[in-house]
């Protein structure tokens, strides 16, 4: 509805020009939507979010103002019980002031003054009352307006600017509400000063000094008084302001008593804010930073009650928050929702923002760390096996899975009971259930316990999410990846495929054996890799190589460790894999019988396996014949001298050597 005679001309005076007015997007509101006895007309006026959006709060001037029952002059209207918000004038991105520290900024009470002042190009907030910087909880505790929260106030610059009457004695309660948002912003960082207007018989607000200053008022700006918050003048709000303050604290630490017991858990993007006081569970998922800011889903349970189910709520919308709170006192009214719903909300915010707080750093129990499958498969930590295109790794790995699932222990390797998720992006359930059903028709003994399992589409650090949810809900304590090149989604040869990925596993939390292809472009000489990035192998701690002699059945299988970050490399492991109609079974296999495997034999192994055929040998000669570097050989001689081995003759430039104890 447009604006009447009445309205324009009371905005005219308060300097704003007829753009101004426009962009502010106020309109008249209906006599008969006038609830208010004595008020002819009404105009409203919108607030504004950070982005620039309109909020859903308002505010009214009246017209003409009315008189209330305790005697007040009543200018303006809003619903009542509602939460004060700040206004922010539109004529600037405020998402980027807010977090420049570098632009100063004005506080005034009043719309229309912080608009009068905006418009000449200044950065001035308005308060909708001395005091309506903070909002009241339904505890009755006093918090401040989260939209303040948006904004850095380290090294930054703030002048108040109240009206002129506040400085005369009988109005040190206007001065107080703002002297004590001052020191709020101070415990913040900012540089805080108040700006004085000229005082004469009637009360002067911002506005009215820039109407009465006119073009003159830049060069009259500089010049008006400031004062710093210590100021002599300020002593006795100064004194006032300790007292209360005092009592502030008594009063927060008395209602917050209960509060403090929020207990706040995070694995891989999902947040859970518990309250056992009033068992309420708050469930924040699929964060994400957007222009407005942190916006979240929200599910709240009640004990084992789901009251709302993935709502949509921004962390620090006070008006997000109020409608969420109508919500949840419609279905229990019991219960404190908004003091409850901020705190959590401002949890999971530093939470998100600052990730893991610092803690001192205790002696672990043990410096060693456990196996969930020894001796390959470390708990809590990333694995990494590799092989070519073949090699049966996706048998050997669903294996592994049925050992950790029974705590079985079979062919050298010794599993911790545990469940077991194998995510497949290779293959189907059909396909992975049969290879199931062969194992278990080979071991009977592990035909109790089966791997859970999921097919998989997505990269596993777009899915990680849900993945980490079911990893929780299920208590799995091993993630079989299989393999990598479809978990990471990317480019292999990217470092960020291997970040991703390790990310992803990191936050879900739990071990995991990830299944990766040979590198195909490595030279000769060189050691083998996983296929992509050598990120992969440098960010995992756990490395084994999977080698096949032939493709005879049984399968033979070498299981070697390329790298330890725990501590010695261990011995390569053999097995043999045998196909029998509809069974597969899995035993363990003397590397050192199958000359294919002979390299992947320690060198003291392989040294003997070469002097047992009795024929004495230089050491040149051994390293020669094995295709190894003679300071290696030399070092394995000298180690085991008079234990494996001993030198035979007198010639030490041409000593040879022999075994003991031949087989």
């Not at 982005?51 to 303006?76: V, W």
């Not at 996706?394 to 079985?408: D, E, I, Q, T």
């Not at 790298?563 to 597969?584: D, I, M, R, Y």
């Not at 390293?623 to 007198?650: D, I, P, Y």
Request: charged share 20%; proline share 5%; aromatic share 8%.
């Amino acid at each position: 509805m447009a604006l009447t005679t009445e309205h324009l001309e009371d905005l005219k005076r308060s300097g704003l020009s007829d753009e101004t007015i426009k962009l502010l997007r106020l309109d008249a509101i209906r006599p008969q939507d006038i609830k208010l006895r004595g008020v002819t007309s009404a105009m409203r006026i919108p607030y504004w979010n950070l982005d620039g959006s309109m909020n859903c709060f308002e505010r009214s001037k009246l017209f003409p103002a009315i008189t209330t029952a305790d005697g007040h002059t009543q200018k303006y209207y809003q619903v009542p019980d509602s939460t004060p918000h700040l206004y922010l004038p539109p004529f600037f991105s405020w998402s980027i002031v807010a977090k420049s520290a570098d632009c100063n900024i004005q506080i005034t009470e009043g719309e229309k003054k912080a608009a009068s002042l905006s418009e000449r190009g200044h950065f001035c907030l308005g308060i909708a009352g001395v005091w309506n910087w903070r909002q009241k909880s339904e505890t009755g505790e006093r918090l401040v307006i989260p939209t303040l929260d948006q904004f850095v106030w380290a090294g930054r610059v703030v002048e108040l600017i109240p009206d002129s009457d506040v400085w005369r004695p009988d109005k040190q309660q206007a001065l107080s509400g703002f002297y004590a948002l001052g020191q709020e912003l101070i415990s913040r960082g900012a540089s805080v000063r108040f700006l004085k207007l000229p005082d004469h018989a009637a009360k002067v607000g911002l506005d009215d000094w820039l109407v009465a200053a006119g073009a003159d008022w830049e060069h009259q700006w500089p010049h008006l008084e400031r004062l710093p918050l210590d100021h002599a003048r300020l002593a006795p709000v100064a004194a006032w302001w300790q007292t209360w303050r005092e009592k502030q604290a008594t009063q927060h630490a008395l209602k917050q008593h209960d509060m403090e017991a929020l207990e706040l858990t995070e694995a891989v993007g999902l947040y859970t804010v518990r309250s056992s006081a009033h068992a309420v569970k708050f469930i924040f998922e699929r964060l994400n930073d957007s222009r407005g800011g942190v916006q979240a889903e929200l599910t709240v349970m009640l004990g084992q009650t789901e009251l709302l189910s993935n709502q949509g709520l921004g962390l620090t919308s006070d008006s997000g928050q109020t409608k969420l709170v109508s919500s949840l006192k419609h279905l229990t009214a019991s219960v404190p929702w908004r003091p409850l719903l901020q705190r959590a909300c401002s949890l999971v915010l530093r939470r998100h923002r600052h990730g893991e707080p610092i803690v001192e750093l205790a002696p672990a129990a043990s410096s060693v760390v456990p196996f969930l499958l020894n001796p390959i498969i470390y708990q809590q930590h990333q694995t990494l096996m590799f092989a070519p295109g073949g090699t049966c790794k996706s048998y050997l790995a669903l294996w592994f899975s049925l050992l950790v699932g029974h705590g079985a222990h079979h062919a050298g390797v010794a599993g911790l009971k545990a469940p077991v998720l194998y995510l497949d992006w290779e293959l189907n359930e059909e396909t992975v259930g049969g290879r199931l059903k062969a194992l278990r028709a080979g071991h009977p003994e592990l035909a109790h316990h089966t791997p859970f399992y999921r097919r998989c589409e997505l990269p596993l650090h777009q899915d990680a999410h849900q993945i980490a949810a079911e990893v929780a809900a299920r208590d799995i304590k091993l993630l079989i990846v299989d393999s990598a090149a479809m978990a990471c989604g990317g480019e292999l040869s990217s470092p960020e495929a291997a970040i991703n990925l390790q990310r992803a596993l990191r936050k879900i939390g739990c071990a995991s054996l990830v299944l990766a292809h040979t590198s195909k472009s490595v030279q000769e000489g060189q050691d083998r890799t996983a296929y992509g990035t050598v990120f992969f192998r440098e960010l995992a701690r756990n490395v084994w190589e999977l080698t096949k002699a032939d493709d005879e059945n049984p399968v033979k299988l070498a299981l070697s460790q390329v790298k330890n970050n725990f501590g010695p490399k261990h011995a390569p492991l053999g097995f043999a894999l045998t196909f029998s109609g509809e069974q597969v079974r899995v035993d363990s296999q003397d590397l050192a019988a199958e000359p294919a495997f002979q390299t992947k034999l320690p060198t003291p192994a392989r040294i003997r396996n070469l002097l047992e055929d009795g024929v004495l040998r230089t050491s040149r000669e051994i390293a020669e014949e094995l295709g190894m570097k003679l300071a290696t050989v030399k070092s394995a001689l000298s180690r085991e001298k008079g234990h494996k081995w001993q030198q035979v003759g007198e010639d030490y430039r041409n000593l040879q050597w022999t075994v003991l104890r031949a087989k």
